[in-house]
């Protein structure tokens, strides 16, 4: 059984960082890209950042220079720092594993980051 937690969300002030957490169970971490996505009120889901299991990493170009994915295999865990925040920002942040290999994939429940002042 998969599964994904994350962690990290809140409330902020614009110009501030957060950093949320991923904790995976199961055998799929070392195998999988992890990713985060975002969703914002009346939006679609769209793509954050992406990192390989060899870590290697792509950003959306709204996030570019901004936030930093990572992941610490030993600890199945994937992390997004999130600097200089703007209320743009503001969504639920999903952290999601998948495979093209495979063909699967595992979505966390979400967690809610706000920029406001």
């Known amino acids: 059984q998969v599964q994904l937690v994350e962690s990290g969300g809140g409330l902020v002030q614009p110009g501030g960082s957060l950093r949320l957490s991923c904790a995976a169970s199961?055998?799929?971490?070392?195998?999988?890209?992890m990713a985060w996505y975002r969703q914002a009120p009346g939006k679609q889901r769209e793509s954050v950042a992406h990192?390989?299991?060899?870590?290697?990493?792509n950003y959306a170009d709204s996030v570019k220079g901004r936030f930093t994915i990572s992941r610490d295999n030993a600890k199945n865990t994937m992390y997004l720092q999130m600097n200089s925040l703007k209320p743009a920002d503001t969504a639920v942040y999903y952290c999601k594993a998948y495979s093209d290999y495979v063909g699967d994939e595992y979505w966390g429940q979400g967690t809610q980051v706000t920029v406001s002042s």
């Open positions: 990192i390989t299991s060899s870590g290697s990493t």
């Open positions: 199961g055998s799929i971490f070392s195998t999988h890209v």
